[in-house]
């Protein structure tokens, strides 16, 4: 093998090294966003107003969001990809009427430290705080009480039916369904066998890129 061909061969196999590197640097840094992406949509989704109110496709606001936050080329995009989609939403405003008091006991999935990670910017957070900080417990048309009183989430049913494959960003909207229904309402979300956020983070690469 002559020095002219190794020093090719050399080339090839460094750019192929880093080609291979920036790609899965890049779906790891893509996956972390999504599960963020799902704790901000699914946050909007049982504290935001207008949101419980049914005033807002909440659904077609985060398939939306998907396609630009796949396409996002930093965290700066990549945070103002959610700050667009809460403005769909509006602002949240403070209920009036009490429903109900929760019991500190059974606050076990109440968990909000995410809200404060660095990955999200200062007006993110700010947002979904004031979200925090102006709920009010109230009946909500996503969650209507099904038999013997208990939350039903039959809406979460009743999106994309078709018979066709579904796209990307489809399938991860029924991660993100799921995994905030168990997150929120689940009872005995904190003595599973596994952290519900580490199963996030494992599944959204499975859905992600599931093929068909």
């Known amino acids: 093998m002559n020095n002219c061909f190794k020093w090719i061969l050399t ?18 840094v893509y996956h972390e966003r999504l599960f963020y992406t799902c704790k901000a949509w699914g946050h909007f989704k049982y504290y935001h107003s207008e949101v419980a109110n049914g005033n807002v496709n909440w659904d077609e606001a985060l398939i939306e969001a998907i396609d630009g936050i796949k396409e996002s080329e930093d965290n700066t995009a990549f945070n103002n990809v959610l700050l667009t989609m809460f403005n769909k939403a509006g602002e949240t405003v403070i209920g009036t009427n009490f ?8 606050n076990n999935n109440l968990d909000r430290d995410w809200i404060y990670s660095s990955i999200l910017s200062d007006s993110v957070q700010s947002v979904l705080d004031t979200i925090s900080q102006r709920f009010t417990p109230q009946y909500s048309v996503l969650v209507p009480k099904g038999s013997a009183g208990q939350p039903a989430f039959s809406s979460d049913d009743t999106y994309y039916s078709g018979s066709l494959y579904p796209e990307e960003n489809i399938r991860l909207l029924g991660l993100f369904r799921y995994w905030n229904i168990i997150h929120y309402f ?15 983070m494992e599944f959204i690469p499975i859905i992600a890129e599931a093929n068909k």
Not at 11 to 25: E, K
Not at 99 to 106: E, F, G, H, R, V
Not at 186 to 198: A, E, G, L, R, T
């Open 11 to 28: 080339i090839v196999i460094i750019h192929s090294s880093i080609a291979i590197y920036s790609q899965g640097l890049s779906d790891s």
């Open 99 to 106: 429903i109900l008091t929760i019991p500190d006991s059974l």
């Open 186 to 200: 689940f009872p005995y979300k904190s003595i599973m066998d596994q952290n519900w956020d580490s199963t996030l």
